[in-house]
């Protein structure tokens, strides 16, 4: 029995980068010996079990062979005979397909670490279109290493063409886009997710309601220029991936002459699975970002109306990150700005009415609601009037 460490453990130790979890190869052994080692079988498809102290993931050396479309259809073998060349054959990329051993020297017969040393993305063997989930994880590792000037290979591009016109992109299901889709968003360069699923032909099966974010022509290589602007200051202004994910769908929007409208969002909700409170604060970007935007013009009662539509006073964080997503639209378009008046004004508004004593004695049901809000109104208007006159 021989065990290597293999993957995105010895990919990220090579470019110098935190190891955040440790999987093995295990060459040689049967689950019977892993079994009677005290590993747990957790593997439903193939071989893979836990160690009993690390909880570390350790999978059989396997050979894989397509039996059907999508990434299901696969037959597994993990025959005690299978070499560790022929595991790391089966990986998407060279630069996840290297292995270490325990005294630490570096397994690459894929010359995976030359491709890394060149900012490379090049699949391992003709059978890379076999998996269409590995466009979309070509796509994220692109988005996570644009910054070290990582590129996709055109060799590689055109395998992920042809498996867009085969149609075995469709085999998709929406719980594994959803997931590239949020890692992906948790990149410094989400927006080059985008890039190289259009550089394949790929967003617009993906992605339809991104197509018209199309500003060039295809070059073959993903490099076609996607303005998310929005987006891009999302990124810089916070690492929460649900206000990036709303933020994107404001450039969507804005992308679109008539506007992403109900149907189209609940569509693209729908599809991916996208989680509730991704949908929900995307959902309220989309309708009430551009009150937001406009809020000077607004009296008091508007105001009100607004805070109360976004449920401002019962979910603050939600709002903040709401807040968050107006900012980043408004700085997107004006490089200069260096306050967002409207953010801090609805949420001295929030304060205000969130201050306000009513004397409710006498009242019942909708003559409660009234009154609370007739007082609520009169406050934001003279203390938003005194904070402006300051």
Not at 19 to 27: A, I, M, P, Y
Not at 256 to 268: S, Y
Request: a negative charge.
């Amino acid at each position: 029995m021989e065990i290597y460490l293999v993957g995105g453990a010895v990919r990220d130790k090579q470019l110098g980068l935190p190891v955040k979890e440790h999987d093995w190869v295990v060459v040689g052994a049967t689950p019977e010996e892993m079994l009677s080692l005290g590993y747990t079988p957790i593997g439903k498809d193939f071989p893979v079990f836990l160690h009993p102290e690390t909880k570390d993931e350790y999978a059989l050396a396997r050979t894989e062979r397509k039996t059907g479309p999508g990434y299901t259809g696969f037959e597994t073998c993990a025959d005690p005979t299978i070499t560790l060349e022929q595991d790391l054959l089966r990986r998407d990329l060279t630069i996840n397909a290297m292995a270490e051993t325990a005294d630490g020297e570096l397994i690459d017969p894929y010359r995976g670490s030359e491709d890394l040393a060149n900012g490379v993305l090049r699949h391992v063997s003709p059978a890379f279109p076999e998996d269409p989930v590995r466009i979309l994880r070509v796509a994220r590792f692109a988005a996570r290493f644009a910054h070290m000037g990582f590129h996709v290979a055109h060799t590689t591009n055109t395998l992920m063409r042809a498996m867009v016109e085969s149609g075995e992109i469709d085999h998709l299901v929406a719980e594994r886009v959803w997931a590239e889709l949020d890692k992906a968003l948790h990149t410094k360069t989400p927006e080059r997710f985008f890039k190289v699923l259009l550089g394949c032909n790929a967003l617009a099966r993906l992605f339809p309601e991104m197509e018209i974010a199309d500003s060039g022509g295809n070059n073959g290589h993903g490099n076609m220029e996607i303005e998310l602007p929005v987006l891009k200051h999302a990124v810089r202004s916070s690492d929460k991936t649900v206000i990036r994910f709303a933020a994107l769908v404001c450039d969507i929007d804005n992308s679109n002459g008539a506007g992403l409208d109900n149907r189209a969002f609940t569509n693209l909700c729908e599809r991916h699975r996208i989680p509730n409170a991704f949908r929900e604060l995307a959902g309220m970007a989309l309708q009430h970002r551009k009150r937001v935007h406009r809020l000077a013009e607004s009296t008091a009662a508007e105001t009100l109306d607004l805070l109360n539509a976004l449920d401002a006073f019962r979910r603050e964080e939600r709002f903040s990150d709401f807040l968050s997503v107006c900012e980043a639209e408004a700085r997107s378009t004006d490089a200069a700005l260096q306050d967002y008046a409207p953010a801090t004004r609805l949420r001295q508004a929030r304060q205000i009415a969130l201050g306000v004593k009513v004397d409710t004695s006498g009242l019942s049901g909708k003559a409660i609601g009234e009154e609370i809000r007739k007082a609520r109104i009169g406050a934001i208007e003279k203390g938003l009037a005194a904070v402006t006159a300051q």
